[in-house]
Each structure stands twice: as structure tokens, then as C-alpha cells.
């Protein structure tokens, strides 16, 4: 009893000690112990899990945090492993990025925690990618935003605009750059599409400029005829680095001279222009009567509607022109003619003909001058059956009476038209006013009821016999001149009929 009574007088002696708090301490570790019981880990959690969830994407079973809402241990494990690796081993697409060094992670900073711009424990309703985004420095991308930060229409920008939701990484969302400036100037967009391609990044950093680059580094310096090449022209991948450079990956070879040349296309063309070929070191082109001596104006095809080659020709030697193939050439259209045609004229074609179909040395001003549109006319449209001596010269003996004139303006086609243009038609010979009586010129029908050669006043002016006469007897007029008005008022001008009565008085 007296050591009871020692312990007794010691805790009497302790200020914080008592029967009542002893018991109350008990009871507490008694509700710890049920709570952990009964609640597990969820006792000391700081608050719920997210629920937010990203469409399509689920890992190791779970869309969002709060589906393992209590399960601690996924991502508290302390003393035994990092939360960083514990999140990496559920995240295995993020683990890759920054293994391999590529992908938006791949950015951020050694040693930055995950929770730093993913914090958890906020609710459901919260977001954890909001702050990621707000923290993330889009200087060490590829792509700055400098001009990537209000929408056209002044609305701020946010990163879906750009990169697909709910896809691990945010990658960009294709055709988003195209999509977006095209609502704002379509037919720009549809150039530059056209011109440059869709993959924007090749040369935009974002900075509203070119990404700097000289073509020149690539073994290809654009030049001349190059240089305004729409991009797509050369480079019709996306793939930019393995783009061809010889000439015949982009042209295809002509069919006037396929198998007659090597592909060594640089030999006698430059980028300034396809044409004018060189050949031995001067400029040559076939339709240049100063470089071939004979044009391929009519020498495109031949009878069979085949193109013709340079072989066609040429079967030896291209710097020589066989005659012989003319002839051969020629007879599979007319082989009478052709032999007729050499025994009178001989063999050596190229010392009259230089193929535009006219005959060398032959002044046909002489004969009929060819001005206008006569001067590209084919010999066979003027002269049928190849009949030279007494080929007509007048309009009508080669052009039809257009319907719209037929059997009423006559023959006199060089009244109206010139050989320039058979539109539009001039009226070249017309003494008469065509405005008479009227601000605008009056229809020729209104004078010309019947044909152009034959007129009539009477379309506008009342032929009262009685008065007429009378006034135009005193004029001297017979009866028989009476309808000739023309005679008398050749212009039609106001008082020229007095001058004429004048000069008719005694």
C-alpha cells in the first residue's frame, strides 16, 4: 500500500497528468486505431483526387486520379522511391519523351518535380493540367509565341487551339495552322498553300519571320528561272532533304528530241530560259531563221499526227538535215506531186522552202501584199490544190458572207473591215452623218431597209408628193432625181440643201 501510495502522491505532483486526461489519451488512441480501421489511408489525405480525364486514354486501368482514390501507395511510397518515379512508372509515354529526348517533357528542366506543375489533392472538379500550362516555357520549343498570343479576332489563344486535347504530349494538331489562318484570308492561305506546301514549321518559328535559310547550302543555288519555282514544284514531300536535283527528275525530256540527245541537259540549257538551247557554245532555236536556217513553225507532227523527233530529220548527225526524208516525208501525202515536185524543182528542198510554208527568196508583195492576219495565213488556204497563177484577190473568194450580213451589205468588205482583225468592223466610207438627226448614231437598217447598196429617206421623213415636188421643183429637182436625196444632201448637214438650191437659181 505505501508504494500505491508514493506513485499516487507523483502524479499529483505532474501538472498535465491526471486520472481524467490519462483516460482521455486512451480513448483517443482507441479512435485512431478504429479510424485507421476503418478508413485506411484515406485519414491523412490532404484532399480529394482530380477527376478530370482525358478522352481515350486510360493507364493501368484508370482515366483519372480519383478512380484510386485511397490506394496511397501508387504515389506516396516513402523512403522506398521518389513520387516523381512512382508518377513515371504509371506515365510511361511521359518516361519516354524524356528518355528519348524528344516531346514537350523533354523541355523541362532537370531536377523540376512533377507535382511542381501538376499538383494534385485540390478536388474533383480540378484541373491539373491549368498550372502545367501556365508554368511552361514555350521559348525552349522550336516554335515561339510571339505572335501566337490573341486569336484574330482578339481572343486569347489557348494551347488546344494548336495541339489535339486529350492526347499524351499535346502534339500539334494537323492542318491547325492552315485552319486558322485561312479563316482570316482564304485566298492568301490558298496561294501559299499552293506555293509552299502545309508543313509550317519547315519555315516558321514563330516569330513572324522566315526561319533563316540559304538555299544555296544545300548543293542547289536557286537562280534565275529557279527562283521563282513555287517551293512544291521541287519538293513534292515533306520530306525536303532527299529532294532530287537533276534536271530530268523535274523535266520531263521533249518528245522532238527523246533518244537523239544524252541527259546531260546542262550541256545546252541553263535556268535564264529552256530556250534558246546552245549548241557548240551559241544560242540556237529551231523556229530562229538566223540560228537553223528552217523553222519548225508547220514541222510539229507528221502526216500520221505523230510529233515529229529530231531523227525525223536528223537520222545521222543533228547538225545535218537529210533532204532525202523531206521528200520521203511528203510523198506518203501526195507521192505524185512530190515526184512531179523534184523533177522540175530538184532535191535541195531547203534552197526554197524554210518551213514556215513560204517559198524562200519569193517577195509576195509583189504578187498580193500580206499585212494583218494575211501575213501568218498557210499557202494552202489561198492557194487549194498548191494552184498559184490566178488566185483570186478579193475578199469574198476566200471569206463566206457572214449570216449576220448576208445578201445585204454586198461585196465591198474593205468598206468595213482591214485585214488586221475582221472584228471589230470600222465603217471606213461614210459621207453621210450617222448621227443625223440624233445624239447616237442611227441603225442602218433605218436607211438600208433592203441592202447596204441601196438607202431610203423615207424611214424618217413623211413623202408628201404635193409638197415635196413643189419645194423641190423650184430647187430644179426632176421628178426622176426627186428620191436621189443623197445627191443634193450628200452629209446630211442642216442647210446644205439651201447652198445647193442657191447654186441652182438663175
Known amino acids: 500500500m505505501s508504494g500505491l501510495r508514493h506513485r499516487y502522491r507523483i502524479m499529483q505532483r505532474l501538472p498535465f497528468v491526471t486520472i481524467s486526461s490519462l483516460f482521455f489519451a486512451i480513448a483517443l488512441l482507441f479512435g485512431v486505431v478504429v479510424a485507421l480501421a476503418w478508413g485506411g489511408e484515406e485519414l491523412f489525405s490532404p484532399g480529394d483526387l482530380t477527376g478530370k480525364a482525358q478522352a481515350s486514354i486510360s493507364l493501368q486501368g484508370f482515366s483519372s486520379h480519383a478512380q484510386f482514390e485511397g490506394e496511397c501507395q501508387r504515389c506516396h511510397q516513402p523512403l522506398q522511391s521518389s513520387q516523381d518515379r512512382l508518377c513515371l512508372n504509371c506515365h510511361t509515354a511521359i518516361a519516354t519523351e524524356i528518355t528519348q529526348q524528344e516531346g514537350v517533357h523533354s523541355t523541362i528542366p532537370q531536377g523540376q518535380t512533377c507535382r511542381a506543375c501538376h499538383p494534385d489533392h485540390k478536388g474533383q472538379d480540378y484541373d491539373g493540367l491549368q498550372p502545367a500550362l501556365a508554368r511552361f516555357d514555350h521559348t525552349r520549343t522550336t516554335f515561339r509565341l510571339n505572335t501566337h498570343q490573341v486569336n484574330f479576332d482578339t481572343t486569347p489563344m489557348n494551347c488546344l487551339a494548336c495541339h489535339q486535347g486529350g492526347t499524351s504530349g499535346l502534339p500539334l494538331a494537323k492542318d491547325s495552322c492552315v485552319n486558322c489562318h485561312t479563316t482570316h484570308d482564304p485566298p492568301s492561305m490558298a496561294r501559299h498553300e499552293q506555293d509552299f506546301g502545309t508543313n509550317c514549321l519547315a519555315c516558321h518559328d514563330g516569330k513572324d519571320r522566315m526561319v533563316p535559310f540559304d538555299h544555296a547550302t544545300t548543293g542547289f543555288a536557286l537562280k534565275d528561272m529557279h527562283v521563282t519555282a513555287a517551293c512544291t514544284a521541287c519538293h513534292t514531300t515533306e520530306n525536303l532533304k532527299d529532294t532530287p536535283s537533276n534536271c530530268s527528275d523535274c523535266h520531263a525530256e521533249p518528245a522532238a528530241h527523246r533518244g537523239v540527245f544524252a541527259q546531260g541537259c546542262r550541256d545546252c540549257h541553263t535556268a535564264a530560259a529552256w530556250t534558246p538551247a546552245t549548241l557548240q557554245g551559241k544560242p540556237f532555236t529551231h523556229?530562229?531563221?538566223?540560228?537553223?536556217?528552217?523553222?519548225?513553225?508547220?514541222?510539229?507532227?507528221?502526216?500520221?499526227?505523230?510529233?515529229?523527233?529530231?531523227?525525223?530529220?536528223h537520222p545521222v548527225d543533228v547538225k545535218h538535215a537529210d533532204q532525202k526524208s523531206c521528200q520521203s516525208c511528203h510523198a506518203q501525202r501526195d507521192a505524185a506531186y512530190m515526184q512531179k515536185h523534184v523533177d522540175l524543182y530538184g532535191e535541195a528542198c531547203m534552197n526554197c522552202h524554210d518551213g514556215v510554208d513560204r517559198i524562200a527568196k519569193f517577195v509576195h508583195a509583189q504578187a498580193y501584199p500580206l499585212q494583218g492576219k494575211h501575213a501568218d495565213a498557210r499557202c494552202a488556204d489561198c492557194h487549194p490544190e498548191k494552184k498559184f497563177r490566178d488566185t483570186p484577190t478579193t475578199c469574198v473568194a476566200c471569206h463566206k458572207d457572214p449570216d449576220i450580213h448576208a445578201s445585204f451589205m454586198g461585196t465591198a468588205c474593205e468598206y468595213c473591215h482591214t485585214p488586221d482583225a475582221w472584228k471589230p468592223a470600222l465603217l471606213r466610207k461614210h459621207i453621210f452623218q450617222l448621227t443625223h438627226g440624233s445624239q447616237q448614231p442611227v441603225d442602218c437598217a433605218v436607211c438600208h431597209p433592203k441592202t447596204y447598196q441601196e438607202y431610203t429617206c423615207y424611214g424618217c421623213h413623211d413623202h408628201q408628193l404635193s409638197g415635196i415636188s413643189q419645194s423641190h421643183t423650184r430647187a430644179r429637182v426632176s421628178a426622176a432625181d426627186l428620191p436621189n436625196c443623197a445627191g443634193c444632201h450628200p452629209t446630211g448637214a442642216k442647210g446644205e440643201h439651201q447652198a445647193q438650191g442657191a447654186a441652182d437659181q438663175p
Open 287 to 313: 523556229t530562229s531563221l538566223a540560228a537553223a536556217n528552217f523553222t519548225l513553225a508547220h514541222h510539229t507532227k507528221d502526216y500520221n499526227d505523230q510529233p515529229l523527233t529530231c531523227r525525223s530529220c
